[in-house]
């Protein structure tokens, strides 16, 4: 819940302006507010940088008054969608079940789901990370099937480094995501586990970028706090891929 709409204009003019033409194996994604998204999308057209809902609802429309459709976010301009954030889960009592719902919807109406997993620090405490990532993997695409995971993302977020400038090492992020296709393996095939994006979401910064991006298993990042100033964010692109 950040930034108005003059303030993300204002954030993507001067992105635009440090950002450089990038390899084409680099997609980036913007996920403002909604009531900026079509702003942002406006000023982003042209531009290899997609824009994205921070959440959305499993009904096409109807009396759920405050919650916002694919539909929706589609007209606006979005082309992805976060969903399962750790915040979700937490504070609006979010289930597996319940954003298994959203993730269909999405698939169906043409949006990409960047799909959000991850464990507590007590969870990790008490050597139950795994069994969280199972739980949460395996409930949230119930219902998905193995043609459907190309347009899915999978972000592990581990909670514990969310807001708290903690951040899981490289070798923690790496062990998580192995896991991660190690499920997908076996709940689809090796297709699916290779070539589906997982990116690391936990206090990403431009100092932990590249080390962290450089692990095996991982394909990117669900960039937080570190995102909402632009050089920042560039300087945890470049660094990444540097």
């Not at 108005?4 to 635009?16: P, R, V």
């Not at 057209?45 to 959440?55: D, F, R």
């Not at 807001?163 to 899981?168: D, E, I, K, M, R």
């Amino acid at each position: 819940m950040q930034k108005t709409i003059a303030e993300s204009k204002s954030f993507i003019e001067e992105f635009l302006q440090k950002i450089e033409d990038l390899p084409e194996m680099v997609d980036i994604v913007i996920f403002p507010p909604f009531i900026s998204i079509r702003a942002v999308s406006e000023a982003l057209k042209g531009k290899k940088i997609y824009t994205g809902g921070q959440n959305m609802y499993f009904e096409e429309k109807g009396a759920f008054t405050g919650e916002i459709s694919a539909s929706m976010l589609l007209d606006a301009g979005a082309s992805y969608v976060i969903l399962g954030h750790s915040e979700r889960r937490a504070l609006f009592k979010e289930t597996s079940e319940f954003i298994s719902k959203k993730v269909k919807m999405a698939v169906m109406r043409g949006l990409k789901p960047i799909l959000c997993i991850g464990e507590t620090k007590d969870e990790r405490i008490t050597g139950k990370t795994e069994m969280v990532l199972k739980e949460q993997l395996t409930g949230s695409l119930n219902g998905i099937n193995k043609d459907e995971m190309s347009s899915i993302v999978i972000a592990y977020e581990p909670v514990w480094a969310i807001g708290t400038g903690l951040t899981a090492t490289p070798a923690q992020a790496q062990d998580a995501h192995a896991y991660v296709r190690k499920l997908l393996a076996e709940m689809y095939d090796q297709g699916v586990s290779r070539t589906t994006r997982i990116q690391y979401g936990g206090s990403i910064k431009p100092e932990n970028a590249k080390e962290i991006f450089s692990q095996p298993d991982v394909d990117g990042g669900l960039v937080g706090g570190a995102s909402l100033e632009a050089k920042s964010l560039v300087d945890i692109i470049k660094g990444a891929i540097s």
